[in-house]
């Protein structure tokens, strides 16, 4: 970074630097100013987690090439202090630190989780939707996780442990998915919506299975659901009946959902038309980063959770009390992250402790 003030603190800089890189998903990045050598210019030294996304902000904000220099013309400007920042790509022959891009990465995806998390405005993000969308619909909803099923190693098994039949509209927005549920009998009576934020997804992928196609999404937290309820507003004048809309915040569907969704964290969602869901990604670009090669898969499916997880817990529980507490630890976070069920990490403790008597519990620990 060159042509910034002498008086500029680097505060003031993140100040003027936040806005802009946002827009890039840079939510964390290193920043710091130096004076040079003759001590009449002041300079300074960004450093991004993600190469792309620094290359998309240069082709934006960045100096321009020309034939003799660099020209100072910027396309767009950020300016601090009365003055614009030229940035150019660094001329350094050393690297990074690969421990502050690190750093910069893990920090970035945490900010990127809190910011959707604390109140990404959809309905105004969901403006941005292709109208090739606006009348998708989803028929079908499930909850559940991956497993391998050794008959057919060679692709994941979905395990269904939740299943719901929906009317929803869909919304694609550039960090979230709506779907707005309506009536399933007049069609047009909303009842409530749910909605996945793009920070929160592990990954998304296309599946079939006969001739149905199914988006599948994992994530690291459950959806937002949402009760939508109307009811007459409260008023002293005379007059029409007015009706309010209420939109309730709710954890779970019905008792049954409530069951799964606290271990269950892969959606699978299932599209009227095959169409769709070409139709979805073609509108959501952004999303097209999350989805591998579609894959064709089998579900199997299984009874509520509500009788067999606490059991297989308990079983689980008892059986880890003899590891050491850094493997303990470990198995409990296999179960409560929503990454594999308690009875599948039941199966592997034969493994585990096969790799405790060989290379030891803190080797084991951190594997």
């Not at 396309?75 to 990074?96: D, E, Y």
């Not at 670009?285 to 509520?304: G, K, M, V, Y």
């Amino acid at each position: 970074m060159n042509n910034i003030p002498q008086t500029i603190k680097e505060k003031q800089l993140r100040q003027a630097l936040n806005l802009p890189l946002k827009s890039f998903e840079i939510h964390a990045y290193h920043a710091y100013t130096y004076v040079s050598k003759s001590g009449k210019n002041k300079n300074g030294v960004l450093v991004v987690p993600c190469a792309r996304a620094g290359q998309k902000f240069l082709d934006l904000y960045g100096e321009r090439p020309t034939v003799q220099k660099w020209s100072h013309l910027t396309g767009r400007r950020i300016m601090v202090g009365g003055a614009t920042i030229r940035f150019r790509l660094s001329n350094r022959a050393a690297p990074p630190d690969r421990h502050l891009i690190s750093s910069l990465v893990k920090e970035n995806e945490t900010k990127k989780i809190a910011e959707a998390l604390l109140g990404l405005d959809v309905q105004r993000d969901a403006k941005l939707s292709n109208k090739a969308v606006e009348k998708a619909q989803i028929v079908q909803l499930e909850c559940g996780t991956w497993t391998t099923n050794p008959n057919y190693p060679d692709t994941p098994t979905f395990v269904s442990f939740y299943k719901k039949t929906v009317l929803a509209k869909l919304n694609v927005a550039r960090q979230a998915l709506q779907f707005i549920i309506s009536d399933a009998v007049t069609q047009d009576k909303t009842e409530g919506e749910f909605i996945f934020f793009k920070a929160t997804a592990r990954s998304l992928v296309v599946t079939t299975e006969g001739p149905d196609m199914f988006v599948a999404m994992t994530l690291h937290y459950p959806p937002r659901i949402y009760n939508i309820t109307e009811k007459e507003a409260n008023h002293r004048q005379p007059g029409p009946t007015e009706t309010k809309t209420i939109r309730e915040r709710i954890p779970s569907w019905d008792e049954e959902h409530s069951n799964s969704a606290p271990y269950c964290f892969v959606y699978r969602l299932k599209f009227a038309q095959f169409q769709d869901v070409e139709n979805f990604f073609r509108a959501g670009q952004s999303w097209n980063e999350l989805a591998p090669d579609r894959f064709h898969t089998r579900t199997e499916h299984r009874l509520s959770l509500k009788q067999s997880i606490p059991k297989v817990l308990d079983r689980l529980n008892t059986k880890i009390e003899g590891f050491d507490f850094r493997v303990t630890f470990q198995l409990n976070k296999l179960v409560y992250n929503g990454i594999l069920l308690p009875d599948l990490v039941e199966l592997l403790l034969p493994q585990v402790q096969e790799m405790v008597d060989t290379i030891g519990d803190s080797a084991t620990a951190g594997l």
